[in-house]
Structures are given as structure tokens and as C-alpha cells.
């Protein structure tokens, strides 16, 4: 038997010999640090870029070679894994993080507040959207820069309009045109008595419905849930009018149903292109994937709007590891993020907007050379990033993550009829300012700020009975600040 | 090592052997247990305790468990664990059909011709169908296909590749299956409605023809069926209780089960207005029962709590009968509505894990494809050669009948074998649900397939909550404790008796 183990103990090392041997050189002449991010090919050659970058920027060894190397880390880009791994303290050094993720992951702690470097090196939130402003920080302090931006519009596929000879969406309208045209659109693209394959849009987000009426999930300083507005039921009762009475969009089970591909979208992308939906809302990043169906004839519009048109923006977000070994190599990184070349790439590959809005302006971002079909297709997305995008609202007393399962849930129960819409409002806000409450109870460090921002409330509401002007500083919810702005119910000077 | 070695010696010896598996035990099982109760009793919150905070941890009692109970989501996911559990019985049952199929050798001359028949039949049916048009998809061709080959495969291959078939569930991989499954119950494109769609079509247009009052017939039958049940199984319990097997209490405790579909009934929302009629059931099955005893006096007497395990076993297999005839019937009931009425929807086929009513009845399918080709087969194919074949001697001497043959002998000599087995599933039923609800449902639609072990993870991982979802642990363990222990005092009587 001591042979067998001897054997097996002999053919293990031997094996382990062989890994170490084949596995990439662990060992470096310079710094190392990773890049927590998806599984996407564009990383190679963004990664290659900022090695070329850093040796254009002078951040080089005494032989010429870039100070540090940046390798990628697709295997933990799962939210439980940076959680755990964070409070471990072994996280990889730069984490991409979206808009709801970074809120929580800086609640933890685990995340570098660079809202000082961030103006020392060039990558402060002056460098990108003013929109993207509420998805890379928390309060007033900078916890990431954008890798790119997205602001969500709806892409009309042309010809399929055009053969249903039905006119080609406005680039502004209201919610009661797009019933309208969307009544007509499914009546003369599908035959009466027989199975419903062509819908007027794949969908359309409920926040931008309910928000273009002027509510918000939040209040102004987002310290209680306001989802028991009747303007929310309003919205997630038309909605489910559209799905099951007018059938202008799939319900969730058609939707599912037609979702057999994978990649970003689902099926969404190949039903539109095939003609089963007339729009789809999604942001430029779409592109990587229509580009693969040939020159399409597409156009882009706004989502509809109740009064207040709006559209939301959401951020790839890198962040750095507040217990990484090399801090400052990684902010180096964030400012490649606001650098030419990592724009350049973005702009080329389509992948949603780049994060310095400076090069939306370029010829290369209007007017690709290589597809001249969608001239006309990207300026839309930049305006709207200046115009109508508004970020999350996200409060710093109860996570997103919860609030988005609570919608998410509640938006089902209603559409599967377990609630009215005004019962689904009530009910998940009761659900959300209970957790508010219980987390500000149960929170000394929460309850200080939160009784602030209760006075804040009050003095908010008090102005607004008294039809004053509300001092934008008075406002927390990203929100808000665009809505008093558009209604006028903004005070002139600020402090 | 020497004979002569000294014994201390041979305990560190021993001690060195057995050591990584101590530290092992030690550190990963011991430990994690050990430090997880003493969670559940602190404030610990990912985002107000971690090595980048400084707020230190405090004890907060019972404070994490006062608030699970007073949490009405947690409550919700204690009842949709419950509620997937139900599938327990039905997989023990199909895991002891397969076993005893899959004991008998599929080989033999006449055997061999009736499978050969038998896939003849599949075969020429599916040629039927392509030729003549009638096969409405693919999936049916493939369905029987399949069928044929598996039938064919039996003839050459014997029972062993039945025995592989049925087993193979158990060694493929849960997240790929569950995929699969995801796929599978894909309302447009997926295999399984594209086999029913033609089904429920062809349904529909009979039901279309046949007079409402007989629809309503079959509804009032299936009523009386309910009653018939309810009164039949009180009825076996008088029984027993009269000649002495089984006490009082012991028929009490067997009563409750068998009366929960009837009262059960008088509530819900489909049959809640003949809610009278069920109430009247209740009354009279019950004091029919007790009348007949009164008035009969008992035979032969015994403890009260004699025979409790028998009760609780036929309690609950009649219980779960008696759920899944009501469900059929309030469903024909449902039928005019459905498909006759002048603005009725149709029949169309179910929209299986995306349709908040059909979610958890598809778990539940996708939970008994995995049992019933597990170990517990296995250990049922065991159980099964070890039975002594002179009890069938005898049985066969005194004439019974195949079915006979199997209550009388079979059953009883397999109760420790479902005993324990029922105790693993009810264990593995309470912590499971996990990775099925995370990969086919995330928990939705509308939180229908949360189950406790999907509401732990997104209290620890998700919403960095550690001492809830150490007290939500606890608490589970405490419902398996406590189902065990029920369990092991009235499964242990049953298997005794």
C-alpha cells in the first residue's frame, strides 16, 4: 500500500510540475495588477492600449517598459465574489462595477473614494456626463470612473415599419401617441384570429414611464419610498394594458418565450432585425451585435414621455480595491479610461457611449467610415446624454439591489394579477420604508444622516406648499434636480 | 511499524493517519457550524462590520430570529419550501415503481417479442405520423423515438440499461439539467409545449362539443370522490381502531391529514362558495365514523397511542391523494368557463417557470425527475433482493394477489428503507431549491419559487445581512430537527409495527 502512495504522491507533484510549467508566468519585473471585468474580447486590446499608454505617458521602467502590467480577471466578475473577496481583503485592484453594485460595494467600505486623485489625474466626474455623475459616486464623493455610458433609447428597425406602411416614430412623443401608433402598428402587422408574432416594441422601461409623469422611487431626499404615488399605478396599469388589452408589447412569458439566444439582449436583437419587433430599447452598445446583421435601415428615437420626456443612464463603472497592493498604478489606469486612445476604442467598437464625452464630437463617433447606415444613429445617444438621461436613484438607506427585487417582484405579482397596480404600489412601498426604517433604526451611523435629510425634506416641502424655489442643494435625488429644473421650481443662485 | 511498537506510539501513529481528516472535520464542518450559531445572535452587517469598518460587533439576543418571524418574506419562502416538499411523496412512490420495474429482468423469449411488439407499435405509429401528416411537431416523432429505442434497447441490452436510464438524472450535473429544463419549458420554442400544443388543441374542441352539464357531471363526481376518500379513509382507521392495531389518539392524529383537503376546500378561493357543502362532508364522514363505533362498541382495546405511525401513514397518503383529486376536479370544473363561454380565453398551454400559478408546479416536475432515478431507487433495489422470498412463498400459498403480495409483504418489509429514506428527503427537501431556483427562476415569478436556502443566500450575499441569514440557517435547522424527530418517533413506530 506504501507504494501506492508513493506512486500516487509521485504522479501528483509530477502533475503539478506539469500545470506550473504551462500556466502564464505568475512572476513579474514590474507591479501587477488585475482587472476584475467581463468575459468580452474587446478587454485584450483595451488592456494592450494601456500598456502602449503608459509608455506614451512616460510612466515607464528605466528600459522603456510600462511601470505596471494589468492583467485581466474575468472569474470573479460575479457581485458575491467581489463581496467576499473584498471583505477578505483579496479582491483584484480594479473592479468594473455597474450603478447599483458600486453604491453597495462602497457602503462595505471596500472601495477607494478617488474624488481628490480624481481631479489630480484627470479622471474626476468633470471628464464625463454630468448624467453619469449619480452612477459613479455616493453623495458627494467619487468612487469610479466610467469604462462607457449608456443612455437607453428605442431603435426602430425601418423597414419593418415600412412594410406595414406605418410611419416611422417621432423622435419626441408622448406615451398616449405611442398607444396610438401602436395600436395601429399591431393591427396592420398581424392577422386577426391568429397567433400574435409582431409587436409594436420588444418593451419599455417602467422607471422612464413613471418618472416622465414626474415621480421618482424616491422622494427628493430620497428618504422615503414615494412608490404609492397614483402616478405609479397610473404608469404600471398602462402598461399592462399595452401587454394584455392592446397588445402593442409582449409580456414577459412571449418575451421569454422568443429568449433562446444568449448575449446581451437575448433574442431581442435577431426578432428585431426579423421583423417581430418594431422597436426595442437598448443602448448604442446594441450596435455590436445589429452590426453582424448587415447595413440595417434604423432609426432612433426618445421613449415616450407623459409631460417630462427622460431616459435612463446606467455606467460601467472601474473602481479600485481600497486593500489593493497598488493604488496609485491603478488610478493610472482610470485616467487611460479618460485618455484618447480607451476612447477611440469605445467609439469604434460601439460599446455604448465613451466615457469622455469630449469624443462624441468626432467624426469617427457621427460618421463611422465603415457603416455609413448608421450616420445619423450615434449623435442621438450623446444628446440624450446631455439632454434627457438621468441617472439611478439609489438611497443610502435601503440597497438598490433590494429595491430593484422588490419591483422587480412587485412589477410580476401585478403582471401575473395577484395586484392592482395601485395595491402593488402601496405594498412595495410599505415594503421599502419598512426596511428603510429598520436599517436606520438599527444603524447609528445612519439615523444622523437620515434625520438630517428629514429636515432637509421638511424644508422642501414647506417651499413647495409655499410655491418658492427649492435651492438645488437642498436635493439629493438625481432625479428631482432634473425635474424642479425642467418645471421651473429651481432657485436661481445657489449657495 | 513494528508488532512490538509501544502503544503510545501506535497512537500517534494512528493519530497522524487520522489527523487531515480530523483537521478537516475540524475546520470546515466544526468550526463553520460552531461560529454560524454564534452569528445568528450579533448585529453582523457586511456594511457596518468588515476589516475596512471599525464598528465592532455586538449581541443582539434573539433579535435576528424575532425579526425573521415578523418578516413576512421570510414566512413566504418557509411556505414555498413547504409547498415544493409536496413532491416528496409522489418521487418515493415513483422511486419504489422503478425500482421493483427495474428488478425484473426485461430478457426472455416472450418478453423479448412483447417489447419488440411493444416498439413495433412506436415505430410504425411514428412513420404514421410523418406519413400522413398527423404528427403536428417534431417533438412527438422524437417523443416516440426515443420511446421505441429505449423499448428496443431494453430487449438487447437487459435491465441494466433501464437501471442506467433511470439513474442517469442522479450523476449529471444539476446546473446543466436545470438549463436543460429551462429550456425545455420555453412557452414558444421549448420541446415540451410544442408536444402538449397539439394535445390541448385537440382538447379543446372536444370539450368545445361536450354538453356543459356533463362537464358539470364529472365535477359533482369528482366532489363525491373527495367525500368517498375522506369517508373510506376514516373508515380503514375505525377499522383498525376496532380491533385493537391502531389507539384513539393514534386515529386523531391519522383523521387531521385526511380531513386537510375538505377543510382546505371550504377556503379556497375556487371552491370557497360550496364551501356549506364541504363542511356538511366533514360532518358527516366524521359522525357516520363515530356513530358506527359508538354503536358497535370495539372488539378488541389498546393503548391510545398504539399504532400512530400506520395512522400517520395512511393519513398522509390519502391526504395526498384526496389534494390532487380536488385540484382535478376544481380544474373540470373550471372547464365551461375556460373553453365554452362566449368570451372564454381557450385552453393554451402553460407558460410552465415564467407563469407565476405554473412556477412551482414546475420545479416540482423537474424535482421529481431527479428523485426518482436517485439513490432512493438505488436503495429500494437494495431493499428489494433482501426481501426473504419464502414471505412470497407463503403469500402465494395462501392466494394472494399480486397487489396483496405487495401490501402485505413487499410494503412492510421495505418500511425501514422508507423510513429512512423519507427522512433524507425531507431533510434535503427543507435545504434545497437553490440551485434549481437560481438557475431556472431566480426566484420568480414574483418571489413563487424563493425557497429558505435561495432567502439565506440573498441575505448573506446580497444584501450582506450575515447575522439574519446565520439566525434564517439556525432556523432551518431547527424545522429539520424538528421534522427528524417527528419523524423518528412516528416512522420508527410504523416500522416497528
Known amino acids: ?495 | 511499524m513494528s508488532m512490538m511498537a509501544s502503544p503510545n506510539r501506535r497512537f500517534w501513529t494512528a493519530m497522524t493517519f487520522l489527523a487531515p481528516n480530523i483537521l478537516g472535520v475540524l475546520i470546515f464542518v466544526v468550526f463553520p457550524v460552531v461560529f454560524s450559531l454564534v452569528m445568528a445572535f450579533t448585529n453582523w452587517d457586511l456594511r457596518r462590520h468588515n476589516m475596512f469598518k471599525d464598528e465592532s460587533l455586538s449581541f443582539v439576543g434573539l433579535r435576528n430570529f424575532a425579526d425573521l418571524l415578523a418578516d413576512g418574506g421570510f414566512r413566504r419562502y418557509l411556505g414555498n419550501t413547504l409547498y415544493l416538499m409536496i413532491v416528496i411523496p409522489f418521487s418515493i412512490a415513483g422511486s419504489l415503481i422503478a425500482a421493483i420495474l427495474l428488478s425484473k429482468d426485461t430478457r426472455g423469449t416472450r418478453r423479448t417479442f412483447l417489447w419488440l411488439i411493444a416498439g413495433s407499435v412506436f415505430v410504425i405509429s411514428t412513420v404514421g405520423l410523418v406519413v400522413m401528416g398527423l404528427g403536428g411537431s417534431a417533438m412527438a416523432i422524437l417523443l416516440c423515438g426515443v420511446a421505441a429505442a429505449i423499448l428496443l434497447g431494453g430487449v438487447f441490452g437487459g435491465v441494466t440499461v433501464y437501471r442506467t436510464l433511470f439513474y442517469l438524472p442522479h450523476f449529471t450535473a444539476g446546473v446543466a439539467t436545470f438549463i436543460l429544463w429551462r429550456r425545455m419549458y420555453n412557452p414558444e420554442t421549448g420541446p415540451i409545449n410544442s408536444a402538449v400544443r397539439p394535445v390541448v388543441g385537440t382538447l379543446e374542441a372536444i370539450i368545445a362539443t361536450v354538453p356543459t352539464w356533463m362537464i358539470y357531471s364529472v365535477y359533482a363526481l369528482g366532489l363525491l370522490m373527495v367525500f368517498a376518500g375522506t369517508v373510506y379513509g376514516l373508515h380503514r382507521l375505525r377499522r383498525l381502531w376496532d380491533d385493537g392495531e391502531v389507539g384513539t389518539r393514534s386515529v386523531i392524529m391519522g383523521s387531521v391529514p385526511m380531513l386537510l383537503p375538505a377543510i382546505t376546500a371550504m377556503f379556497w378561493q375556487y371552491t370557497q362558495s360550496l364551501w356549506w357543502l364541504f363542511a356538511a362532508m366533514i360532518a358527516v364522514a366524521v359522525l357516520s365514523q363515530l356513530g358506527i363505533a359508538v354503536v358497535r362498541r370495539r372488539m378488541f382495546t389498546c393503548p391510545a397511542g398504539e399504532g400512530s405511525g400506520s395512522a400517520l401513514m395512511i393519513g398522509v397518503l390519502l391526504m395526498t391523494g384526496l389534494f390532487t383529486l380536488l385540484g382535478l376536479t376544481v380544474v373540470v370544473g373550471n372547464l365551461p368557463a375556460m373553453v365554452q363561454a362566449p368570451d372564454a380565453p381557450g385552453l393554451d398551454t402553460p407558460s410552465w417557470i415564467y407563469d407565476y400559478h405554473w412556477a412551482k408546479p414546475s420545479l416540482m416536475i423537474v424535482m421529481l425527475w431527479a428523485a426518482i432515478g436517485s439513490n432512493n431507487m438505488l436503495l429500494y433495489l437494495a431493499a428489494l433482493t433482501n426481501v426473504p422470498q419464502e414471505l412470497y412463498e407463503a403469500a402465494d400459498i395462501d392466494g394472494a394477489k399480486p397487489l396483496q403480495r405487495f401490501w402485505n409483504v413487499t410494503w412492510p418489509q421495505l418500511a425501514p428503507t422508507t423510513f429512512f429514506i423519507a427522512v433524507m428527503s425531507t431533510i434535503g427537501g427543507l435545504q434545497g431549491g437553490f440551485e434549481m431556483a437560481r438557475t431556472m427562476t431566480e426566484g420568480g415569478p414574483a418571489g413563487s419559487t424563493t425557497t429558505l436556502a435561495y432567502f439565506i443566500y440573498i441575505e448573506g450575499f446580497e444584501t450582506g445581512r450575515l447575522g439574519v441569514a446565520a439566525a434564517a440557517s439556525w432556523m432551518l435547522f431547527m424545522l429539520v430537527f424538528a421534522v427528524t424527530m417527528f419523524n423518528w418517533k412516528f416512522g420508527n413506530q410504523y416500522v416497528n409495527e
Open chain 1, 1 to 495: 500500500m506504501k507504494y501506492l502512495f508513493a506512486i500516487l504522491a509521485a504522479l501528483l507533484l509530477m502533475a503539478s510540475a506539469v500545470i506550473y510549467a504551462s500556466y502564464p508566468d505568475l512572476r513579474s519585473e514590474v507591479p501587477v495588477i488585475y482587472w476584475v471585468t467581463d468575459r468580452n474580447p474587446a478587454r485584450e486590446q483595451q488592456v494592450a492600449t494601456f500598456h502602449r499608454w503608459l509608455v506614451e505617458q512616460g510612466h515607464v521602467t528605466e528600459n522603456g517598459d510600462p511601470m505596471v502590467e494589468l492583467r485581466l480577471d474575468t472569474g470573479n466578475n460575479d457581485q458575491s465574489k467581489k463581496i467576499i473577496q473584498g471583505v477578505s481583503g483579496v479582491a483584484g485592484d480594479i473592479m468594473d462595477t455597474g450603478s447599483m453594485d458600486l453604491s453597495y460595494l462602497s457602503q462595505i467600505g471596500i472601495l477607494q473614494d478617488v474624488t481628490e486623485v480624481g481631479e489630480e489625474m484627470g479622471f474626476s466626474r468633470g471628464e464625463t456626463y454630468e448624467a453619469a455623475a449619480s452612477e459613479i459616486s455616493v453623495g458627494d464623493r467619487q468612487y469610479g470612473f466610467p469604462c462607457n455610458v449608456t443612455a437607453t433609447l428605442l431603435w426602430v428597425n425601418k423597414s419593418t415599419f415600412e412594410k406595414y406602411d406605418q410611419p416611422i416614430p417621432p423622435q419626441r412623443w408622448t406615451l398616449d401617441e405611442f398607444e396610438e401608433r401602436g395600436k395601429a402598428f399591431v393591427a396592420a402587422a398581424n392577422e386577426p384570429g391568429e397567433r400574435q408574432m409582431v409587436f409594436f416594441a420588444a418593451d419599455l422601461p417602467l422607471n422612464v414611464m413613471f418618472r416622465s409623469l414626474g415621480l421618482s422611487t424616491f422622494n427628493e431626499t430620497m428618504t422615503r419610498c414615494t412608490l404609492d404615488d397614483p402616478r405609479f399605478a397610473e404608469a404600471l396599469a398602462r402598461k399592462q394594458q399595452w401587454i394584455e388589452e392592446d397588445r402593442i408589447l409582449p409580456s414577459t412569458q412571449e418575451r421569454e418565450g422568443f429568449d433562446t439566444a444568449g448575449g446581451y439582449g437575448g433574442a431581442t436583437l435577431q426578432l428585431f432585425n426579423r421583423g417581430n419587433y418594431g422597436m426595442f430599447p437598448m443602448g448604442r452598445y446594441a450596435l455590436i451585435q445589429l452590426r453582424r446583421f448587415g447595413d440595417l435601415d434604423m432609426a432612433v428615437v426618445e421613449p415616450p414621455h407623459g409631460g417630462f420626456p427622460n431616459t435612463t443612464t446606467s455606467a460601467r463603472a472601474a473602481t479600485v480595491y481600497v486593500g489593493g497592493a497598488h493604488p496609485e498604478l491603478a488610478y493610472l489606469f482610470m485616467a487611460y479610461l479618460a485618455s484618447k486612445p480607451y476612447n477611440d476604442l469605445v467609439v469604434a467598437d460601439a460599446d455604448a457611449l465613451p466615457p469622455n464625452p469630449a469624443y462624441t464630437q468626432t467624426e469617427a463617433f457621427k460618421r463611422p467610415a465603415d457603416h455609413p447606415n448608421e450616420w445619423g444613429l450615434h449623435e442621438p445617444f450623446s444628446d440624450a446624454m446631455e439632454e434627457i438621461a438621468i441617472g439611478g436613484a439609489y438611497s443610502p438607506f435601503v440597497l438598490p439591489s433590494v429595491v430593484w427585487r422588490e419591483l422587480d417582484d412587485m412589477e410580476e405579482a401585478v403582471m401575473n394579477r395577484r395586484l392592482t397596480a395601485e395595491e402593488g404600489g402601496q405594498a412595495l412601498a410599505a415594503t421599502i420604508n419598512s426596511r428603510i426604517e429598520r436599517n436606520v433604526h438599527q444603524d447609528p451611523a445612519l439615523r444622523e444622516r437620515y434625520e438630517q435629510l428629514l429636515q432637509q425634506q421638511a424644508q422642501i416641502d414647506a417651499l413647495r406648499a409655499a410655491g418658492e424655489p427649492v435651492p438645488v442643494e437642498l436635493i439629493e435625488n438625481p432625479f428631482y434636480r432634473k425635474y424642479y429644473e425642467h418645471q421651473g421650481w429651481l432657485a436661481e443662485t445657489t449657495e
